[in-house]
């Protein structure tokens, strides 16, 4: 047996490729990702499936986007795939280009290759300047212009603006997004326990299911930030799957399950679903200071559970 102790092995990720995504981008910002092992993958659950296998310790996944709203890909998978911790978020502004095989012109496009959520998201100038094109979807916004210069049946592809580094394609034309000032927000997804320290600027995801036939219970489960002063960022519906009519519900919460009264609502609503999933909680990308009423200070919950005690104790005079 050797007298040495194994080295930790080396982190890696996963993030969708290849190279020149906006999910790299994303995965730039992340300062102990540089130097290691980087996966380029197909889609989010080959990502999320390389973390619960082992192969990656953490995977960079895209969430939301400012135009298109969230990804149902990653809400589901997020839903589905337990053990699964969100460590940190990035914000990647996207905008995109237009390319095409060299000697294209925009007179030329027919069939345009695309991510799904890029195209949603150019879909004013799209309809505008190319009326009665089809689309090609593709894995991600990068696979979509590769494959102009392999097997593609399309004319053209949506793309990052860096992408011509990468590939000897043309750009027809720049910033055809719908919203000049698009914003995607990533996740960074461990199997990692360790829960990042609070830092003032926190935010905590959940998916939470409703109890089945209880009038009213969306608003009860509201109900369990709103009575402990904690605000909500994000709040979207997802189907279950299994029959209609039946949703959970993906949530951000500003704070961290540390604050007293993060800790709270969740007890709250551990009590009133059937079936809450913590996520995670994690700083913050716009690093913007969570504001709160006072009346929702940790002391004002330490306090009240002291008094409770108290009420409990025989040997205790005061309050
Ligand atoms: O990371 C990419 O480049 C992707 O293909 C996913 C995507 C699609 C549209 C906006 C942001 C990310």
Known sequence: MSDQSPTPAESSYSYLGPAGTFTEAALKQVPDAAGKTWHAVNNVAEALADVVSGRSTAAMIAMENSVDGGVSATQDALANVPGLRIIGEYLVPVNFVL????GTTLADVRTVNAHPVAYAQCGTWLNETLPGHGHIPASSNVAAAAALLNDSHADAAIAPPGITEH?????LAEDIGDNGNAVTRFVLVSRSRAIPAPTGADKTSL????????????????????TRGVNLSLIQSRPIGDSLGRYRFIIDADGHIADERMADALLGLRRFSPNVIFLGSYPRA????????????????????????GLLDPNHTAG
């Open 286 to 309: 716009d690093k913007q200071t969570i504001e709160f009423t006072s009346r929702y200070d940790d002391a004002i919950f330490i306090e009240a559970r002291q008094w409770l005690r």
């Open 99 to 102: 390319v095409a095989r060299p």
């Open 207 to 226: 998916i939470v299911e409703l109890p089945d036939d209880v009038s009213g219970s969306l608003l009860g489960m509201l109900e369990q930030f709103s």
């Open 167 to 171: 590939y000897p394609l043309e750009v």
